[in-house]
């Protein structure tokens, strides 16, 4: 009965226009994750060799942090895509829980000083 399961379709169901899409997608896809990886190895050397001042480290790691994440949720979790509004909806309050509960906790154990 499942015989013909292990041989190839003759034709796929797409359309050209379909695989030049998936194509341009996968493009995309591999150069924002070389672009992924080269922020990481630019904060990595940035720390690691004192190539940016002690002063300005941890906010030049957090503005990389930052442009990482929004290329994450764009491509890689696709919200770019039409469709995805509860998802977007659920991040964006993610992060207004997320960043006030952080910067209260910094004051509690006093990392921040004020």
Known sequence: ???????????????????????KEIKKQIVVFVLMIFLTVLSF????????????????????????????????MHLKDKDHGWATAFMISGIFVTVPTIAALMLLIGVVKY
């Open 1 to 23: 009965m499942a015989d013909h399961l292990s041989q190839p379709f003759e034709k796929s169901a797409m359309t050209n226009e379909e695989k030049r899409q998936i194509q």
């Open 45 to 76: 050397l940035a720390v690691g060799a004192d190539l940016i001042p002690r002063s300005f480290a941890i906010p030049f790691i957090l503005i990389l942090a930052v442009i990482q994440f929004a290329l994450q949720l764009v491509f890689f």
